[in-house]
Structure formats: structure tokens, C-alpha cells
């Protein structure tokens, strides 16, 4: 069964609202709105749901206790999926068939644990799963797939820390794709990963960017073990 904060990622990733730009319209914390997000927090105190509720565009009894209808009375018709776009921006058609519950996605997507390992972001990804969390439609069949919690803010505000990534080890990432490049480690060295918009490679290395502060980051090729693509939201919802 779901609980407040399934529903409330699910909404925020309909439409289109990052952890961070919620905690902003609220005028709350980030840390709060992210322990939210992760289901740390039971019940916020004082106005917090219901704030994040009306800036979601959802009735706050859905929100809290899952009881339909989503959107309040007089919503216009299909509004959020104004918010479901493509990879071009067009909104999404509205399908034939409805889309099948959040309730039916299995709650097995292992989320790997995080721990810093050296300058500029780098990381370590415990095998070890630390929690689960439901698996979308675009990796139901991706027996392999994982998420990790961002560490820091050298990829925000596309990234900010805290934020859950989830990612496909087995899709091939294009110019402009948001990716996980792991170093192959040694017994002096433990294995390093990075969070990096994927640029272009070439024979010899694998080129990508950060976005705070802005660097270009080269990464020789026999030193990656691989490179795995962080799925964008249209991904996710096998679209």
C-alpha cells in the first residue's frame, strides 16, 4: 500500500516539480520537504501538507490519505497531463486505456547507499541496497535497475542534493544525457562515481560536464568500468 510520500513524489514528478522548487513555493526548508519526499517524516507539522497539497494541484485528503478524487472539484478535465511532456516538450496524448495505478508498481526498485569519496562529487555506490522504493513502467523490465540519492550540488539545479536518481545500466546515453560514470577501483583506490551530463567521448576518453560551479570533466577510458544513463521522467513512465 502507498503512503503520503509515494503519492507526493508522484505528483511533484507529473508535474514537473523538483523537490527543491517545492520547498521554495512553499516557502519551507529543503531538508524538510526532501525527509518528506523520502518518507521520513509521518505527518509534517503545521501547514506543510497543505501547502505542498495547493501548489501540487491536488486535494489535501488525496495527498494525505490517498482518497479519490485527486483534484479538487472543478479542476479542468486531464489537466495533469498537461504536465506529462515529451523529450520535445509536446504534452503527452491522452491515452486510450487509463494508466495503471502507482498501487500496481512493485515497490522492489532497490535505491543504493552514497557515501562521499574524494573532491568534485565523487562517490562511492554501496552494493547493498538501503532501501526500495516502486518501480516505474520504463524499467519494469530492467531487472538490474537502481537508484541513489544525490550527495551534493554540483549537478543542481537539475540535481540538487538529496534528490532520488534512477538509473538504467543498460541503455547507451546520448549528448546531453544525465549519467553515472564509474572508475574502476584498485586495492589502494575504492571505486569512484560521478553524476555528469555526458557530453561526447572519443577514442580515449569520455567527456562530461558539471553544472555548479560549471567544469568540463575528461575521463580516460581504460579507467571506466562503465557508464550508466539516469532516466529522464518521460523514460520513467515508459513513454
Known amino acids: 500500500m502507498e503512503d503520503w510520500a509515494d503519492r507526493l513524489n508522484m505528483v511533484a514528478g507529473m508535474r514537473g516539480i523538483s523537490i527543491a522548487e ?36 491536488v486535494r489535501l485528503a488525496w495527498l494525505r490519505y490517498g482518497e479519490d478524487p485527486m483534484e479538487p472539484e472543478g479542476a479542468p478535465e486531464d489537466s495533469t497531463l498537461r504536465y506529462l511532456k515529451s523529450s520535445s516538450g509536446a504534452a503527452m496524448r491522452k491515452p486510450d486505456t487509463p494508466a495503471p495505478s502507482i498501487d500496481s508498481w512493485p515497490k522492489d526498485l532497490p535505491v543504493s547507499g552514497t557515501n562521499p569519496a574524494g573532491e568534485n562529487g565523487a ?27 544525490v550527495l551534493d550540488d554540483t549537478m543542481a539545479p537539475r540535481f540538487p542534493s538529496g534528490e532520488l536518481c534512477l538509473v538504467h545500466p ?40 558539471q553544472f555548479d560551479p560549471p567544469r568540463e570533466m575528461s575521463f580516460p577510458r581504460d579507467q571506466v568500468s562503465s557508464v550508466h544513463k539516469v532516466m529522464p521522467l518521460h523514460e520513467l513512465l515508459g513513454f
Open 123 to 149: 562517490m562511492s555506490v554501496t552494493e547493498a541496497p538501503v532501501e526500495f522504493v516502486r518501480r516505474p513502467p520504463g524499467l519494469q523490465s530492467v531487472p538490474d535497475a537502481y537508484g541513489f540519492y
Open 170 to 209: 543498460h541503455r547507451p546515453p546520448r549528448p546531453g544525457d544525465d549519467v553515472v560514470i564509474r572508475l574502476a577501483g584498485t586495492e589502494d583506490k575504492p571505486q569512484k562515481s560521478y553524476l555528469r551530463r555526458f557530453l561526447r567521448q572519443t577514442a580515449d576518453e569520455i567527456i562530461c560536464t
Open 22 to 57: 517545492l520547498a521554495r513555493r512553499t516557502g519551507a526548508s529543503y531538508e524538510r520537504v526532501i525527509k518528506c519526499a523520502q518518507g521520513k517524516v509521518a505527518q509534517p507539522r503545521g501547514t506543510l501538507m497543505a501547502d505542498m497539497a495547493r501548489e501540487l494541484g
